[in-house]
């Protein structure tokens, strides 16, 4: 059993339905990445965890307790942050902290020593007094992070929160998000930025069409993508047909001057390739290989229609 | 508490720290009592331009145009009674007064006021003006008539009294007379004019021929009898003539007598008449001018005295402040805060719905009470003593309107989604409550259920409670049922912003 466990999870606003049969385990001290395209369900789903929505059907548990029934616990123990920055503008740093702290129920003694701590890991501490309008966009969403945090949360909810930030920006919040979880904070979190979450999440869920398509690793994910590898062959003469006929290659494509190789042991099939490359006395130009990112594995997944390209899982 | 006081503390300091909702927080109010209380503070009527018409006019006329000119009116003579009209239409003059021509208190006239009637507030101060104008005017002029038939009165009854004990010396005159004339005609009945002398001629001849003597003393004494008896016949003569007299003297006595008779009657019928007109005169009580010029006086008292147009327009200004001022930050503060990107992770904090209610109930308080503080800090230099003597009830009803219309606001935001429709909504309810109070038109003008329903009207009933304390300084007893129509609105508020504010989370 997971910290979060989902299980048969229905929700719909009047008749429209936006999850159904959502399963999922979510454990302790994962950084744990939903992701799917807009208006999969995303954030119902992440208010459905945080007990913000009920469930029209089945049971969102949390420690093994239904959340409905534990709201205040979660509030307590959970922490928030939307895509969008959410503090007060025209209130300091130091004011939010404090304007949050009280709302979690902490005495003031209890703020000062979370907000140096909190303040420090986010690297605002040097910005307590500036008026929270007046912060960069990086700070700003730190910030965000800083107040979700102010109450030690057990859980870390983000939604999207790289969303609209610059790479620079997405890799100091990356950065920051790593710390918390490094600090044992359990992090659900949503994005479409694929790569953001590949670089975060130790697991994923992929939400399709109102339900949970696949969870697992990235690792797990990729296992279920038929074109696993990619190996990128440039030779001198521009000629294939040897490569293809003797290394035995089924799945290749030809890019310009370029053969690409769909192939699930790159390595195998690479040697294979040189040494016909060798025998044949050819000129190699460039040959690189590539692992599918988590992008090309989500919209292989998600893409209509082509589901004989996903393994069953 | 301790989190109410964090989230009241955040709006106040997300309040003040926007410059112009602090500028309309704290200058607002001082800046409309100013305002107000330039414009307001005086009992006079400014500016008002009366224009007037008549094809000739008499010195009565000219008499009522300066007595507006007096009361502050402007005057326009204007050429004729359609251009006057067409003035009012464009604004040039706000009432035609036409005078017929040569108006003047003996052939008497009607003066025609020609208003426009979408300005109600102007034509009532105006007709009324006006009409106690010509009503003193029209007063002064019969007043001079009536003094002068007054006067005559005096006159008749001060001659009447002067001569009536000249016919009372006539009556008694006459009476003497009458009294004198009956003695004359007793003395004069008791006159005996009467002779016998033959028979006493005939004994005295018989006693003389008894005589012894001779005949010829007898002859010499007869013939001296007869010399006396002729003498005597002559006398007898004489007798008749003034029995005669005396007879006709008798009958011009009666005569008279008769007419003195006559005239004593005439004297004490005249007597009677002057002294019945003189008791006439007596007997008409009202000898007071003004009151046989206009019996039945009116005459509109003001229950509260020496107070001007600001005293008056004070309550109405003071709940008006509060209920636009309340309605509007009240919804303004729940349409921020629901709009805002930090809405929702309020929400999961384990803060319940009710203390944000509670805390946002009371920032909007906050500010209207130093508002009101303002306001009434200005207002204490204007009527200090109107104040100060009912200051509890002026904090207490203030606070208690306030609460209804921010609950008010606070329900309009969490119904509404944008800061747009939900200001739009509280300036349309601002405006029904203004127009179904007693402020434009008076409530009782309303048709029956209408009219009944408006009385409930919070503007209405916090307005009234206002003035009742500001104008009378009414203690609280009084006023119980108008502070339970509040409280129950309060009540009824309350619940309704509960399930709004769930209503409104839900939509998230």
């Known amino acids: 059993m997971g910290l979060i466990d989902l299980r048969g999870v229905k929700k719909r606003f009047g008749r429209k339905v936006i999850l159904e049969g959502v399963d999922l385990d979510i454990r302790e001290k994962d950084i744990f990445g939903i992701i799917g395209v807009n208006g999969s369900g995303k954030t119902t789903l992440l208010k459905l965890l945080i007990g913000f929505y009920k469930t029209s059907h089945g049971k969102v548990s949390y420690k093994g307790k239904n959340i409905s029934r534990i709201v205040k616990k979660v509030h307590r123990e959970f922490g928030f942050t939307s895509q969008e920055s959410s503090f007060y503008p025209k209130l300091t740093v130091k004011e939010n902290l404090f304007y949050f702290g009280s709302l979690y129920g902490l ?79 359990t992090v659900i979190i949503t994005s479409h930025l694929l790569d953001d979450i590949e670089s975060l999440c130790n697991r994923v869920a992929i939400l399709h069409h109102r339900k949970v398509m696949k969870v697992g690793s990235i690792d797990d994910l990729r296992k279920l993508y038929d074109r696993e590898e990619e190996i990128h062959l440039e030779v001198e003469s521009g000629k294939y047909e040897r490569i293809i006929k003797f290394a035995k290659l089924k799945d290749v494509e030809c890019v310009g001057s370029k053969l690409i190789v769909y192939t699930k042991d790159a390595e195998k099939t690479l040697h294979l390739i040189f040494h016909i490359i060798e025998n044949d006395n050819e000129k190699l130009v460039y040959a690189d290989v590539k692992k599918p990112n988590l992008e090309e594995i989500f919209e292989s997944l998600t893409k209509e229609g082509e589901s004989s390209v996903v393994k069953k899982w | ?130 009409s106690s104008i010509v009503g003193t005017k029209s007063e002064e002029l019969s007043t001079q008539l009536t003094k002068t038939l007054i006067d005559a009165l005096d006159t008749a009854d001060k001659e009447i009294t002067d001569k009536q004990s000249l016919l009372d010396a006539l009556a008694s005159d006459a009476s003497i007379t009458d009294k004198k004339l009956d003695a004359l005609r007793s003395v004069w009945n008791e006159v005996d ?78 007597d009677e008449s002057a002294k019945k007109v003189s008791q006439e005169i007596k007997n008409v009580k009202t000898t007071s001018i003004s009151k046989i010029v206009s019996p039945l006086k ?93 200051v509890t009830n002026i904090i207490i009803i203030p606070l208690i309107i306030a609460t209804v219309f921010i609950l008010l606001g606070m329900v309009l935001g969490n119904v509404f989604r944008s800061e747009e429709t939900s200001t739009l909504a509280v300036i349309s309810l601002g405006f029904v409550f203004l127009f179904f109070s007693s402020t434009i038109l008076p409530i009782e003008s309303l048709p029956g259920v209408i009219g009944k329903i408006a009385t409930f009207n919070p503007f209405f009933v916090g307005e009234r409670l206002l003035n009742q304390v500001l104008l009378f300084q009414s203690p609280l007893q009084p006023l119980l049922p108008s502070l339970y129509i509040l409280g129950g609105y309060i009540v009824g508020l309350i619940i309704l912003t509960v399930v709004t504010k769930k209503i409104a989370k839900r939509r998230m």
């Open chain 2, 298 to 390: 009116t005459r509109i008292e003001p229950i509260t005295k020496n107070k001007t147009h600001l005293n008056y327009v004070f309550p109405t200004l003071v709940v008006l402040i509060i209920m636009f001022v309340s309605m509007m930050l009240a919804s303004t503060l729940e349409i921020k805060e629901k709009t805002a990107k930090v809405y929702f992770k309020n929400f999961i904090t384990p803060t319940s719905d009710a203390l944000f209610i509670f805390s946002n109930f009371v920032t909007n308080l906050i500010i209207i009470v130093l508002q009101l503080a303002v306001l009434f800090g200005v207002a204490l230099y204007f009527f200090k003593d109107q104040i100060l003597s009912v």
């Open chain 1, 107 to 185: 005495h003031n003694d209890e703020i000062r020593t979370n907000m140096d701590k909190v303040l420090k890991l986010v690297e605002l501490d040097d910005v307590k007094k500036v008026l929270a309008e007046n912060l960069s966009g990086g700070m700003q969403r730190r910030l965000d992070l800083a107040c979700s945090m102010i109450h030690e949360p057990k859980v870390l909810v983000l939604d999207e929160p790289t969303e609209d930030l610059d790479p620079l920006l997405r890799r100091e919040i990356i950065k920051v998000i790593k710390k918390i979880n490094k600090l044992g904070t």
């Open chain 2, 1 to 130: 508490m301790v989190k109410a006081f964090a989230i009241i503390k955040k709006n106040l300091k997300l309040i003040t720290r926007t410059k112009s909702s602090a500028l309309i927080v704290v200058l607002g109010p001082l800046l409309l009592i100013l305002l107000i209380g330039a414009a307001f503070n005086t009992a006079n009527i400014y500016g008002i331009r009366v224009g007037t018409y008549s094809e000739s006019y008499s010195s009565l006329t000219n008499a009522v145009i300066d007595e507006l000119h007096k009361k502050r009116f402007s005057t326009v003579k204007i050429e004729s009674v359609d251009v006057c009209i067409e003035s009012i239409e464009q604004g040039i003059v706000h009432v035609c007064a036409i005078f017929p021509p040569d108006l003047s208190v003996k052939d008497g006239g009607d003066i025609v006021f020609y208003v426009d009637n979408s300005r109600l507030n102007l034509v009532y101060i105006v007709l009324d003006t006006l």
């Open chain 2, 193 to 270: 004019l009467e002779s016998d002398n033959g028979s006493s001629f005939k004994v005295l001849e018989n006693e003389v021929s008894k005589l012894p003597g001779s005949n010829e003393s007898k002859d010499t004494v007869a013939g001296l009898i007869e010399k006396v008896k002729r003498e005597l016949k002559k006398k007898d003569e004489s007798l008749i003539a003034s029995s005669t007299a005396k007879q006709k003297t008798l009958n011009e006595l009666t005569n008279l007598k008769q007419v003195v008779e006559g005239n004593i009657g005439y004297i004490a019928s005249l």
